[in-house]
């Protein structure tokens, strides 16, 4: 059974800054391309930021010098550093485990940039 959990969300101010963790479970995490996704109330899903298995990045214009994606295939984990959080990073993030015609998702986890 394959599971994603994500963990790190929350509340911080604008300016801010939060790291989200996504474990997966089930796959062979090193061969899988690993994102995040968000998604705010009333708009669709978006990518963030995603990474290869051979750990080259690719992230949203909106996002770009701000948040960064990293993974260690050691712990099964991909990680989402935000930084200089602004309100309208406000969503709830997931995390994303794709591989040919292998995709999975995690829960979710809020994110809520506010003063």
């Known amino acids: 059974q394959v599971q994603l959990v994500e963990s790190g969300g929350g509340l911080v101010q604008p300016g801010g800054s939060l790291r989200l963790s996504c474990t997966a479970s089930?796959?062979?995490?090193?061969?899988?391309?690993m994102g995040w996704y968000r998604q705010a109330p009333g708009k669709q899903r978006e990518l963030v930021a995603s990474i290869t298995s051979g750990g080259s990045t690719n992230s949203a214009d909106s996002v770009k010098g701000r948040f960064t994606i990293s993974r260690d295939n050691a712990k099964n984990t991909v990680y989402l550093q935000m930084n200089s959080l602004k309100p309208e990073d406000t969503a709830v993030y997931y995390c994303n485990a794709k591989r040919m015609s292998n995709y999975y998702w995690g829960q979710g986890t809020q994110v809520t940039v506010s003063s």
């Open positions: 089930g796959i062979i995490f090193s061969i899988y391309v």
